[in-house]
């Protein structure tokens, strides 16, 4: 019986985290460049059951009584990488990656380390000094690893690959990478990704579209009908813990009466 109450409890654990990261892609489900997330579970590997300090087969044995699987552990996530739908917006500066590969960002933490992330968001702006930024101030790289400076004043041109001119002269190009496998990106904040140990790069085939956004790849109406799945199966396996419970009060009252 404590068995079963395990298992349901696992079960309800698990629907929790999975509920939790739908929730998250709901949430962003209009955040720029955002690719949603999914949850993986799996059992518990099966223990070994036996007898504990039972006398009958000898202090130097133990009797086997079968395989016991004690539930569900939540597993990793995982991020899916399909490209979300464009949304016009005109603006020059505001860019969108048509393939696979990443724009390259420096990030600076809060320690005042810094990094280079990657990221699908391309919503991005010139600042006071004409740097070419993201709307958290990072400052995008060209392909040299440098940040792009740009005349605030000129007229400036952004083709597919990447290349930034002003007023008819090539100033720039911004850094598209792509990577071997997507499983060597760790996810930083909602839209960032950085590489770890073993990523490997490679020549990225996106084109850079100017004047357009990749929006989040999350399908609201899906997420909805899995927020309604996970809802019930949480609530069947809470009514399981209910019942166990009843049936221990049950029989507690009938041992005490004996």
């Known amino acids: 019986m404590l068995k079963g109450l395990y298992t349901a409890y696992t079960g309800m654990l698990n629907e929790q985290h ?3 990261t739908l929730t998250n892609n ?9 690719k949603k997330e999914g949850a993986t579970s799996q059992a518990f590997d099966s223990i070994l059951t036996v007898k504990v300090k039972d006398q009958s087969v000898g202090t130097k044995n133990v009797e086997r009584m079968g395989r016991n699987n ?15 739908s464009f ?26 380390e810094t990094s280079t992330m990657y990221t699908r968001a391309g ?41 930034i001119s002003q007023n008819g002269v ?8 792509d990577f071997e496998d997507y ?20 020549t990225a085939s996106a084109e850079v579209k100017s004047g357009y956004l990749e929006m989040a790849n999350v399908q609201i109406v899906s997420e909805m009908v899995n927020l309604i799945s996970i809802t019930r199966a949480y609530e069947s396996s809470q009514k399981i813990i209910q019942a166990y419970d009843s049936s221990l009060e049950i029989a507690a009252n009938q041992l005490g009466k004996v």
């Open 26 to 34: 709901l949430a962003n489900a209009s955040t720029v460049g955002f």
């Open 70 to 84: 004690p539930g569900v552990r939540i597993g990793e996530n995982y991020t899916d990488f399909t490209q979300g």
């Open 170 to 177: 090539n100033v720039a190009r911004i850094q598209v990478t």
């Open 123 to 163: 919503q991005f702006t010139l600042n006071r000094e004409g740097y070419l930024v993201t709307e958290d101030g990072d400052y995008v790289l060209d392909t040299q690893n440098r940040r792009i400076r740009l005349n605030t004043l000129a007229e400036t041109q952004i083709s597919d690959n990447g290349t």
């Open 183 to 202: 499983n060597y990106l760790e996810k930083y904040g909602e839209t960032y990704y950085r590489p770890v140990e073993g990523a490997r790069t490679t």
């Open 18 to 20: 999975r509920m939790d």
């Open 87 to 112: 949304r016009i917006t005109d603006n020059t500066y505001d860019l969108a990656l048509a393939g696979e590969g990443f724009f390259a960002v420096e990030f600076t933490n809060k320690a005042g």
